[in-house]
């Protein structure tokens, strides 16, 4: 099989990514990419896999969520919202000059706008919609930027299949043994393994979900009694409704980390025009390239886009050098390189890219697209998550 399209030379996948100058050091590395893995594991599991203490496990976490610098969430699986008729799709404006900052912060509050980045290229913001309803998105499209003072133009394109998303990207600083020790032990919780694509089933969410799902999209990793007093209900209920959404593929849960910590700094996104018979073929093989962090079939010109991290802009012409060396008769219609992330996937994020708030989801709770939800500081939730020790009040 040929390698994936890279600036780097060939590298073997199960060895851990290198050291990183600055930022998370190494057990921050190993602690953040096993949370990509399993988000909700006790920490008494991660422990002997990561040759640490649980307590400290947890003052960790606890330090890099209060600095933004990480942070466990949840939203809809982009299948199950395709599926289920629901609205995705990436947005181009183009703003008045001077403009796209403060449009971008108004957009950013808005629970529909689950993603603001500041952008070059021929627009100034790109901006992830996640609707429940197609009609939802497209009145959210038509409506909501048209009344907004300093949008010039926009142009949207609608998702119409989803083959990776961030929650399937790694930071890879485990080595192989230990990836293996991760998935194949039994996990205490069924909700620390998330669906892949392709095998999500489709279930309509219930009464008391959306509230389940706002908080945790706030935090992923609280207890399921603190989460049954955030959501009116009981703890033997949020486990058993957290089982049903998270085993059909209607909800992921998914480790984030602050993207100057990754040690891949440069956000880059491709629009690709592939020869429709084998969309589908080349999207497959391009979501699993390291590098890619959204892989996903649009309507139009361009029908496929892809959103990637890389360690610099020198590799942008590499990749897309390989990547048209590899798929013959695909084309590079046009790119855009991230200036700023503003929100990602519903953080609030500052100008280091850090979480500083959360705008929860709202795909089921029958807000009106574009009404200002409730902003929660992403850094209110310090405590160390489920089946874990107290850490001492110094961590």
């Keep these: 099989m040929q390698r994936p399209p890279s600036a780097a030379p060939a590298r073997d996948p199960s060895s851990p990514a290198p050291a990183r100058d600055g930022g998370l050091d190494r057990l921050d590395q190993c602690l953040v990419d096993a949370l990509q893995i399993r988000p909700r594991a006790p920490w008494t599991e991660l422990a002997p896999v990561l040759g640490a203490d649980a307590v400290a496990l947890a003052r960790r976490w606890r330090r890099l969520v209060s600095d933004g610098r990480a942070w466990v969430t949840a939203h809809p699986h982009p299948e199950f919202v395709c599926a289920a008729n629901g609205g995705i799709a990436l947005v181009e404006i183009t703003a008045e000059r001077r403009a796209a900052e403060g449009l971008a912060a108004r957009l950013a509050h808005d ?3 689950v993603s603001v980045d500041v952008a070059t290229g021929g627009r100034d913001l790109l901006v992830t919609v996640m609707t429940a309803r197609l009609e939802e998105l497209l009145h959210y499209v038509q409506h909501r ?3 907004l003072p300093g949008v010039v133009s926009t142009r949207t394109h609608v998702v119409t299949a989803v083959y990776a998303d961030g929650g399937g990207w790694r930071l890879r600083a485990l080595d192989a043994t230990q990836r293996g020790r ?4 039994a996990p205490t919780q069924p909700v620390s393994q998330p669906v892949p694509y392709g095998q ?3 279930a309509e969410p219930g009464p008391g979900d959306a509230d389940l799902v706002r908080a945790l999209g706030v935090d992923g990793r609280a207890t399921h009694t603190d989460l049954a007093a955030r959501t009116g209900t009981s703890a033997t209920t949020v486990a058993r409704r957290m089982q049903r959404l998270v085993a059909s593929g209607t909800v992921r849960l998914r480790c984030e980390v602050a993207q100057p910590e990754s040690g891949r700094p440069v956000g880059v996104t491709l629009w690709l025009r592939v020869p429709p018979a084998r969309l589908a073929s080349v999207a497959r093989e391009l979501a699993v390239h390291p590098d890619v962090r959204m892989c996903a079939a649009v309507a139009g010109t361009a029908n496929l886009v892809l959103r990637l991290w890389l360690p610099g802009v020198a590799e942008i012409p590499a990749f897309e050098a390989e990547l048209l060396d590899r798929f013959r008769g695909v084309d590079v219609v046009e790119r855009a390189l991230t200036l700023r992330p503003v929100k990602r996937l519903g ?7 850090r979480a500083e708030a959360a705008v929860p989801m709202d795909l089921w709770g029958g807000a009106e697209p574009g009404t200002p939800p409730d902003v929660w500081g992403a850094r209110v939730p310090r405590g160390p998550g489920p089946h874990s020790p107290a850490p001492p009040l110094g961590g």
């Design 145 to 147: 930027f048209a009344a």
């Design 111 to 113: 629970a529909a706008a």
């Design 347 to 353: 953080r609030l994020l500052d100008g280091r890219g």
């Design 200 to 202: 999500a089933r489709v």
């Design 182 to 185: 991760l998935t194949a032990s």
